[in-house]
């Protein structure tokens, strides 16, 4: 499926009207990170996105007040993406807990790398108490939530399969700052192709796994 | 347990603080871990090494001393001490990088090559076949439809073994650990291990030996696919042809034994005389025989050069009989301990007489007047016994020359290896092909 078809939604008037504001709303984007990638998250302004997306910047605004409301969409797109992705890797379904939860983040990597400033530029944003972007903010809360909902589902499987002991809500808040972790090193790693961060990864993952299920570690 | 050693948990994990035992920075740690965590056969492991003769092993293995030098140390000069199983362990333990999954072996292919498998190859097995040197071996078929073995390193192996070795340099290793093994051992273990790290090497050194090998038409030796290799992926052609293990198993006839002991013998040789590099990894698992007695080569990231006057040396000690006399026994002491020997006289020129007895053995026949033919059993636990003690003779004094360390870890493995063949071999025969000719020149008194 192409970024720009969009499934019809549900309602009275599943009309043009919305459609229209879809395909706005992934142009902007679209040009939004062409030049994030280009010039840089913060030099990049928001007349030059309006005029790459053609259109006028007041309609820019319309959709999106300011860069960081564009960049909450980005990650909420990248999320929808991410689990339609998953729920169709049908070898994926079965592997163990720690290839999936491997998957998880790398796929994530691998879709935001041609982006990487962008990514370092937003998460020095996310820092800041008032910004959307962080994690204590109410903007971005939903997006937040439908993560761990979805990694909390994955676990939920392991834990009933005998793979992991229960988490409960713990083992997605405790998976989540591990990604920011990974993806942290991962922004700062210059070994070739990141090979540093896949290593990080598996061995983390494998040793954290197999650490839950004997409840300690035993030397 | 846990009560008989209280402070035993803490202890070690401050020693594993101390060797950097961390996630991705160790490889020994890599090591360490893979023998805890992974699940399969993990138990079964433990039980083997808990027996008898391995039991020192894996206390030195669990005190971490000089661990990854230990090792190499262990495998090059007791590989005939030890029960096979307790070897197999080992030469598992120094070769075996972690396990990839299917998305793992993926992501490193893209990393190291900037493509997934699926765009440059017409078909590719996710799972691979077989572990390799740090890493795995999957199946694969180019565009043109040609079999290949994918060969997919493990990530970040070379940072992890430098860590290692840098930590073991550094002062906070107490001398205890490090010191019993010279700095020169040290280094040369690191340069092998951190030249396997480099796939393109391999690639290299299996052009050279396709190459030099062709006179010997019972050989294989893949051919490397350039395009598709890099430093941490090696794409080369697909070998036929089964493990020891495996090609024993449907019980082959004693005659297609010998003649497989016989071209392996050769092939030793050949490669000491006209190579003067060895494909030194003895390990059965770098073999692959075919039905008809073919034998493929993989695995040649650890290749040593030979230096001539080693040759020499073990020319002296095949064939000179009785020992030179004590001018040119000084010489091979030199040879074998480097130039200023740090051992003692008597016991060096003791080990020179044990390593004569054990040529003696494995080439009855060196010092001529035998018929051609005479061949020698391999499969005699005796003679693999008396070469063990021998070994084990000359391998207790430990600062031997590196060179002599990984040639003697070759040869020992190679006479291993013709054993479980249960291989009768005619080694006159080969030796006066390869070694004689040129070694007693007709002047010679």
């Not at chain 1, 997306?53 to 999106?64: C, D, Q, S, V």
């Not at chain 1, 108490?129 to 676990?155: C, G, H, M, Q, T």
């Not at chain 2, 495996?246 to 050769?266: F, K």
Request: a positive charge; glycine letters at 8%; hydrophobic letters at 40%.
């Amino acid at each position: 499926m192409s970024p720009h078809q969009v499934k019809p939604q549900k309602g009275p008037r599943p009309g043009k009207r919305a459609a229209n504001k879809e395909r706005t709303q992934h142009a902007i984007l679209k040009a939004a990170l062409e030049l994030f990638s280009k010039k840089g998250f913060h030099a990049a302004t928001t007349k030059e996105i309006a005029r790459k997306a053609r259109i006028a910047e007041g309609t820019l605004f319309n959709y999106f007040r300011t860069k960081e409301d564009l960049a909450l969409f980005f990650f909420e797109q990248e999320l929808e993406r991410m689990m339609g992705w998953f729920r169709q890797e049908k070898r994926l379904q079965r592997a163990p807990l720690p290839e999936k939860l491997f998957a998880i983040i790398h796929h994530h990597l691998e879709r935001i790398s041609p982006y990487e400033e962008f990514i370092g530029a937003v998460y020095l944003r996310a820092l800041q108490p008032a910004s959307k972007l962080s994690p204590l903010s109410l903007d971005s809360l939903e997006l937040k939530v439908r993560y761990l909902r979805f990694i909390r589902n994955i676990l939920t499987e392991a834990e009933e399969a005998g793979e992991i002991p229960q988490l409960g809500d713990m083992g997605p808040y405790v998976f989540g700052l591990f990604q920011l972790a990974v993806i942290t090193h991962w922004l700062h790693d210059s070994s070739p192709g990141k090979e540093n961060t896949l290593a990080l990864l598996d061995r983390g993952l494998k040793v954290a796994t197999s650490v839950l299920k004997k409840g300690g570690w035993e030397w | 347990m846990k009560a008989a050693n209280p402070s035993g948990a803490l202890t070690r994990g401050l020693r594993l603080g101390k060797l950097g035992l961390t996630l991705t920075g160790s490889y020994l740690g890599y090591q360490v871990q893979n023998l805890w965590l992974e699940p399969g056969g993990r138990d079964e492991r433990r039980r083997r090494l808990n027996q008898q003769a391995s039991r020192q092993i894996r206390e030195e293995l669990q005190t971490l001393k000089g661990p990854v030098m230990k090792l190499g140390q262990m495998l090059s000069m007791q590989s005939a001490l030890l029960p096979e199983e307790a070897l197999a362990e080992l030469a598992n333990l120094q070769m075996r990088a972690p396990a990839m999954h299917p998305t793992l072996a993926r992501a490193q292919f893209k990393a190291a090559l900037g493509k997934h498998p699926e765009e440059v190859f017409r078909e590719f097995e996710p799972n691979s076949f077989a572990a390799a040197s740090l890493g795995q071996v999957h199946r694969a078929v180019t565009r043109q439809g040609d079999r290949v073995a994918v060969k997919i390193q493990y990530p970040a192996i070379r940072t992890a073994v430098e860590n290692d070795f840098k930590l073991l340099r550094s002062a906070t290793i107490p001398g205890r650990i490090s010191g019993h093994v010279p700095t020169a051992l040290l280094d040369e273990i690191e340069q092998r291990i951190l030249k396997e790290t480099d796939y393109l090497n391999e690639a290299r050194n299996i052009e050279l030996f396709h190459e030099k090998l062709k006179p010997l038409d019972f050989v294989r030796v893949p051919r490397v696919w350039w395009d598709l290799t890099t430093e941490r992926v090696l794409t080369m052609s697909f070998l036929k042809g089964a493990h020891l293990g495996e090609w024993l198993a449907p019980r082959p006839s004693q005659s297609l034994r010998n003649l497989v002991g016989h071209r392996l013998l050769e092939l030793f040789w050949y490669q000491m005389t006209h190579l003067h590099a060895l494909h030194a990894d003895p390990h059965p698992g770098n073999y692959l025989f075919a039905p008809d007695g073919a034998i493929g080569l993989v695995d040649f990231g650890c290749i040593k050069e030979v230096p001539p006057e080693f040759l020499e040396l073990i020319r002296s000690l095949l064939i000179g009989d009785p020992l030179p006399d004590d001018r040119q026994q000084d010489r091979l002491i030199r040879l074998i301990w480097g130039p200023q020997p740090a051992v003692n006289n008597g016991v060096a020129r003791d080990v020179l007489k044990a390593a004569k007895e054990f040529y003696k053995r494995v080439y009855p026949h060196a010092d001529g007047g035998c018929p051609r033919g005479v061949a020698l059993d391999f499969g005699d636990p005796k003679l693999i016994q008396g070469l063990a003690q021998i070994g084990s003779q000359c391998a207790r004094h430990k600062l031997l020359r590196p060179e002599w360390v990984f040639y003697k870890r070759a040869e020992l493995g190679l006479y291993n290896l013709l054993h479980r063949l249960g291989a009768k071999v005619a080694t006159e025969d080969v030796l006066r092909k390869y070694v004689r000719p040129e070694a007693t020149p007709a002047s010679a008194p």
